[in-house]
């Protein structure tokens, strides 16, 4: 959850209440548009409008939204996206990625990463050299204590305390960002989410190998010279019957329908993160 609580909105003693609340109140399966409606238009007749079934939203209760809890008790099902994440030898053979301890073995499995992937040299302390590719394409060679690949949602983690920009996670992008670069035209960048994004540890570097952290796990044996990290955006869409597939669905705290009301994104900068907050004022 970190410790900003960004993804922390319910207490977990709360978890009843907010199954109950999303059950009831029918919310949508996470419309990409839908937490950056001007909740000031949604009329009563849009809230209990709609047929049961998937196209409508993984629970399928769209029918009975807000009758049972009221029209000003709606809550909302985000799908935030995940990278699905591949590391392959120098011969082009998967390794596994599934944790600590098991790399090394062979795999022909991506495993999913919910914040970010880390490439950092670790306690070596020279700077590490890795080859960027974007698209398929050879983008540049890094001079850094590391790379990340985030997420949206991990956007506002470690990313962010090395400069990277902070990302709405309705957006489908993921953002690269570098670790203290050599270069200081080395700026962070926002690309499409279904954009592969490669990392290859060059034969330049000075170190034997570099670290490995997926969602804060890291690997227990490093990435050597030639092997590669790779990274895409996961697919998130329906599938042939209409019903959802990809991305982790969370229930977000109950929006009224006062336009005042915001999406919970937008309170957390400011309440969180004291977005351009003044210096010298008290909050």
């Not at 609340?21 to 950056?36: H, I, N, T, V």
């Not at 993984?58 to 000003?72: D, P």
């Not at 490439?119 to 540049?140: C, K, N, Q, W, Y």
Request: glycine share 14%; proline share 4%.
């Amino acid at each position: 959850m970190g410790t900003l609580g960004f993804l922390g909105e319910w207490k977990f003693v709360e978890y009843k209440r907010a199954f109950r609340e999303l059950y009831m109140s029918g919310a949508g399966s996470g419309e990409r548009s839908a937490l950056l409606e001007d909740h000031s238009y949604i009329t009563t007749s849009t809230r209990t409008s709609g047929a049961v079934g998937c196209a409508n939203g993984a629970l399928g209760w769209s029918s009975v939204r807000g009758k049972s809890m009221g029209s000003t008790r709606e809550v909302r099902v985000l799908r935030r996206s995940r990278l699905k994440v591949g590391i392959f030898d120098a011969s082009g053979s998967r390794i596994n990625a599934g944790g600590v301890g098991t790399l090394g073995s062979v795999s022909s499995h991506d495993v999913y990463a919910m914040n970010e992937v880390i490439i950092h040299r670790g306690r070596d302390p020279h700077l590490a050299i890795m080859e960027v590719s974007v698209g398929g394409r050879f983008l540049t060679e890094a001079v850094a204590d590391g790379m990340i690949i985030s997420t949206p949602t991990g956007s506002t983690a470690y990313s962010l305390s090395s400069g990277g920009s902070i990302i709405h996670p309705l957006v489908p992008s993921l953002l690269l960002t570098p670790v203290c670069p050599r270069s200081l035209s080395f700026r962070p960048l926002v690309l499409p989410a279904n954009t592969p994004v490669t990392l290859r540890l060059s034969s330049k570097n000075r170190g034997r190998e570099v670290e490995v952290s997926i969602d804060g796990i890291r690997l227990s044996r490093g990435v050597d010279v030639g092997v590669e990290v790779r990274v895409w955006g996961e697919e998130i869409g329906q599938d042939e019957e209409g019903c959802l597939k990809g991305g982790v669905p969370c229930v977000i705290r109950s929006v009224g329908g006062d336009a005042s009301n915001d999406d919970g994104w937008v309170g957390g900068l400011n309440g969180l993160l004291k977005f351009n907050f003044p210096f010298g004022e008290e909050g």
